[in-house]
């Protein structure tokens, strides 16, 4: 896909389409690194006796990788303001329509330019899209919509939000992040440390298991007996198993090195390889945080709600770390009452994740250990 970074570029994509512009349309898609914007120009092109109408894909516009929302990106979707600024300059040059049904946020539920008589206006946004046809979403709101919809009640509600557990390797006040995942079984040193991380837990607001040089020592010896015997399996098994010819296509191999020797293994459709490529992952942490004299510390939130990580988030990201007690209360105008805002301040007060000094509230360092 061509990347168009200026105008200058979306200008020369315009005069080789050949033909008559007409129409510029911008529409978002996506893939597995994120959002991003594609253009098509709709020209009209003179045959021998008539005028014929082309659509014509002239290139994209993406400017980073979904990961910037979490980075405080302002404004978090760059592409879109430089859309409308470059649709502006094309209109005017070359007397078209500049079609954009979405120019505040992604959507890829918005009609093209062919398809807009078929749209609807969303209830809450006014946007034009093509009602949804599943039984699960409302067809008067955009998808956005609803999930702004879902979130405000969730908030209002004080739903329960614990999910969450971090996962650091630190040494001294360097903290090295490792992952995050809802859940403790989804890390791949999970079953060496379960029991352990349990036992250890104290049932606190939040929650901080540290797991030390002899435990690590631990999880180590306990990961090589599994491997060891994952090892021999595979040496034993035929190699490469005998799939079916229409699988074979499909197939990627990788391979990883475990005590001086190196296994072929396969991505997919076999379990047992994924096994081993997961405890080699997860031994090559241990063994850097041998190496390094580095613990690990694993972050639980217990009794969290949608309305408690709000409230943090609010403060540690959109305030950079310091507000007013009357500026999250005008946050959650209409959804918290001042004194919903207040108990949950004190309640993250509590917690240790905000501290209070008469109307200023601020994010602590566990804040954004938690975030």
């Known amino acids: ?13 315009i005069r080789l389409a050949g033909g008559k512009p007409v129409v510029l349309e911008a529409l978002w898609d996506g893939d597995t690194a994120g959002w991003y914007l594609y253009l098509n120009l709709h020209v009209k092109v003179k045959k021998l006796f008539s005028t014929k109408k082309e659509v014509k894909y002239i290139g994209t516009i993406r400017l980073g990788q979904d990961i910037r929302l979490f980075n405080g990106t302002v404004p978090p979707w760059p592409e ?6 470059w649709g502006k300059i094309a209109s005017e040059k070359y007397g078209l329509i500049f079609y954009f049904p979405s120019d505040k946020e992604p959507d890829s539920d918005c009609p093209g330019w062919d398809s807009r008589h078929l749209a609807i206006q969303c209830a809450d946004c006014a946007k034009m899209i093509i009602p949804t046809d599943s039984p699960y979403l409302p067809k008067d709101i955009c998808y956005s919509c609803h999930l702004k919809r879902e979130f405000r009640n969730n908030i209002k509600n004080a739903e329960p939000y614990d999910d969450g557990i971090i996962l650091y390797m630190v040494k001294d006040k360097a903290y090295h992040h490792l992952g995050y995942s809802s859940f403790l079984d989804e890390f791949a040193i999970a079953p060496f440390i379960a029991d352990t991380v349990q ?12 797991l030390n040089e002899l435990d690590i020592s631990i999880i180590k010896g306990k990961i090589e007996q599994v491997l060891d ?3 021999a399996v595979y040496k034993s098994a035929e190699f490469p198993p005998n799939f079916p010819e229409n699988f074979k296509s499909r197939i990627k ?8 020797n190196t ?3 396969i991505e997919q459709f076999d379990k047992e390889h994924a096994k081993i490529g997961g405890l080699v992952q997860a031994l090559k942490m241990v063994d850097k945080a041998i190496s390094g004299n580095y613990c690990f510390k694993i972050y639980f939130r217990n009794g969290f709600t949608y309305r408690d990580d709000a409230v943090l988030r609010f403060v540690n990201f959109v305030s950079n770390g310091s507000t007013s007690l009357a500026a999250i209360e005008q946050q959650y105008s209409g959804t918290l009452t001042k004194t919903e805002v207040q108990d949950t301040v004190k309640k993250m007060e509590k917690a240790g994740c905000l501290k209070i000094e008469g109307e200023i509230v601020q ?4 804040t954004g250990k938690l975030l």
């Open 1 to 13: 896909m061509i990347n168009i970074t200026s105008f200058e570029m979306l200008d020369n994509a």
């Open 80 to 85: 879109a303001e430089l859309a409308k600024e």
């Open 199 to 210: 036992a250890r837990r104290k049932g606190k607001q939040v929650d901080i298991v540290t």
């Open 229 to 231: 015997e994952k090892v």
């Open 253 to 260: 191999r990788y391979t990883v090195q475990y005590k001086g």
């Open 263 to 265: 296994y072929e293994l």
């Open 363 to 366: 994010a602590t360092d566990l």
